[in-house]
């Protein structure tokens, strides 16, 4: 397989938006809720994360109907914490890809709704994968991937991490590992999930899915080191929302405790450990795919 990021992104990229914006809109009836969702899920987002899981589908088997289905729910839940992240309560930012953050748009407390709203959609998404999907998944596949993607946007994942980022704001915590734990939570978890939900779908044996799931770690380290790198030195246009917020208040930060040197030097070595964990796969399966997302840390970064 010699796909890379770039031709598989734009492959799948626009059949990832057509699906989302047609079925949120046959979905979602009432008209300002719909509104609000579609404008922050249809604003132009990477779409790394459901990626993530059609890229580990197309390294084992070819992708199904029904896993754009699945790779969006991930994508629900990705822009549903970016808007809850963007509130007055929380991040406090006015844009957010490129436009005005969505309680700017449509006011606080839609914000929260459609929020809301995209969280409960991407398990609706999951779940109708044991019947309503084309081809249908076992139901036990199902009930894997639905604990997947709840353990890596809940209290166990992304909303814990929230919580020791916020309570850590403005103070600095004392060592690496406790940065790293943040990350991993805040982070990680839903970059990891993708890896994990495809190997279910996939009935991967143990080897091949602790591979997989090693892959994902690293690679949800090594954007966190990356977005924490652009947050220095990146621009508005390049990013697409505020810049150096961050810096400004007191985040807990690679950069911060490493320095740019030595943030950088920890980015590499994650990026390494990513290609290293794929070599744990069966000998027959070519990992150039997954491989090529690492890609993804190329450019603007200085390094």
Known sequence: MNETLATFSQQWQPQLNSFIEQQVNATVTQETLRQSMCYSLMAGGKRLRPLLYLATVATFAEIQPSDLQAAASIELIHTYSLIHDDLPAMDNDDYRRGQLTNHKQFGEAMAILAGDGLLT??????????SKSA?????????????????????SGMVAGQVIDIEATGKKLPNLAMIQELDALKTG?????????????LQLAAQPTQALIQFGRHFGVAFQIYDDLLDYAGTEAELGKEVHKDVAAGKNTYPEFLGIAGAKAKLHAEISAAQTSLNDLAADVEPQLLLSFLSYFDKDSGQ
């Open 121 to 130: 959609l991407a398990f609706q998404w999951v779940g109708e994968l044991a």
């Open 135 to 155: 081809p249908p998944l076992p139901t036990s596949a199902v009930a894997q991937m639905v604990t997947i993607l709840a353990q890596a946007a809940g209290p």
């Open 189 to 201: 978890a839903l970059l990891t999930a993708p890896l994990q939900m495809a190997a279910v779908r």
